[in-house]
Each structure stands twice: as C-alpha cells, then as structure tokens.
C-alpha cells in the first residue's frame, strides 16, 4: 500500500510540473505566438458607426465578449477561446482599424470603441454580456461598465488602466513591448484592408494613449457590476500601485495579480490566465 501511495504522490508531483512552465521565473520576459483559434461557429463583418467591425463566435451559453489590446487583434485570444467555449457563448472582435476591422476619419477614443461594441450587440442582438478585456480592450470593458451598466455582466479588466499617470515611462523601450509592437505590423500587413497604413494607425492610436483614458474617481465609484482588476506580476506597462488604486475606486472590485507574467500573459500562461478568468465569471 505504501508503494501504491508512493507512486501516486510521484505520478501527481510529475503531472502537476509538466504543466508549469519552464524557467518560470524568465516567462515574463518571453512573447509567445498565439495558439491558433478554432474554427468559429459564426462570423462576419457588421456595419458600425460608419465602419465594419469583424468579428467570430464559439460556444453556446451565456454571453461572453474578448476584447484585445491596443495595437493586437483577436488572434491574440486563440488559447483562451477553446477554454472559454465549453461554458460560454464566446463573442471576440477587432477593435475599429484593428484585425480585419476598417476605421474611418473619426480620431480614436475609448468612447467611441466601447460604442462600437455597444453597436456589435445591437447587431448580434445581445441584450448584455460578460466581458473579458486586455490592456486596451479592458479599458473599453471600464468604459462600458460606467456609461452602459445594463448591457454589462461581469467584467475581467487586465492589464487596463484609468489614466496615463498609470502607466510606466518608457514602455516602447521595453525589450518585450518593443517586440510586441513589430510583431503587431506585421499582423496588421497580414490581416488589414489597408496593410501598408501602419505606421498612421500607431500614430492615431498614440495620440489616444498620450491623452487617455481619463476616468475620475466618481466615476469609477458609479460601477455597479462586478469587476476584476487583473494585471501580471510583472506588467511592462502599467504601475501595480496603479492596479491597486482602481480596484480600491471600483466598489466590491476584485484585484488579482497573476504571478510569473506580464502584459501578456494570455500569451506566457494561457492556464493561469484562463483559471483566474473562469474563476472570475462563475
């Protein structure tokens, strides 16, 4: 019987370590390719506030929205979406002049892209969902959550902040961050309808973070759903003092550092992420 015991205890200690990765402690340091995303049950490009918004859907169950960050596209999603699907309706989109997604001349704002979700649920005939949102795409989850708290569920907000004062000096130097950046004009070569416009998207997009957000502490106090303030132990972008500021404005907000990550962690431990998320949502 001991021998049996034993063998168990390995056999778990074995299983439980090939799930961590390796160098655990240099993961935050890597970027990842994306898991390619399934094939959708559903997909298309919806007409939206004067430009047409891409977007896939997977699973049945209650509604589930995957916004990205700034600069990214819902690729970005692939080892979140076969996780997410066995419990819900997963709804992932490009933001306007992200992905597969057009723009128009309208400068960007995180109003004007939490309206063209607002727009997708209309056209999806969505009354409310529950939202997952990663850096730019949490920040649009904040902005939903205070100016459209009927058509919100739940929201996961990581990597997200409230205003540029979060945010850490120098983020385009960051080794990491700075891949990131060249690795999304090359999928945005790939995968835009006007592939060579990239360096005048950056530009539009960075006039947006040089300004915004700019959420006020009555603000964020006026949130009625529940949130999850989420960010990676080692986040290259936003201050963890920051992270701790937001959830304390949120009322019954939930903060939750993932350990070993960064800004990316969807991408450095799909697992982890996925738990904290589904851990979330229940």
Known sequence: MRRFLRTCVLAFIASFLAILPLNAEELWKTLPK????PPATESGDAP??????????WGDGSPLILLHGGLGNMEYFGG????????????AMDSRGHGQSTRNADPYSYGLMAKDVIGLMDHLKIDKASIVGWSDGGIIGLDIAMNYPDRLDRLFAFGA??????????????????????????????????????NDFVAAISQMWATQPDYKPEQLAKITAP?????????????????????KAIPGAKLVILPGVSHFAMLQNPQLFNQAVLEFLK
């Open 227 to 247: 949130v999850a303030i989420a960010d990676g132990e080692h986040d290259e972008a936003i201050r963890q003092e920051h992270d701790v500021e937001m959830a």
């Open 34 to 37: 994306p898991q390619p995303l």
């Open 161 to 198: 902040n409230t205003n540029v004062a979060g945010l850490k000096p120098n983020i385009d130097k960051d080794p990491t961050f700075s891949k990131y950046i060249e690795i999304a004009g090359q999928d945005y070569e790939r995968l835009s309808k006007t592939p060579k416009d990239y």
């Open 80 to 91: 979140q979406v076969p996780e997410l699907a066995k419990q819900y309706r997963v709804i």
């Open 48 to 57: 939206i506030n004067g430009i047409t918004v891409h977007y896939a859907i």
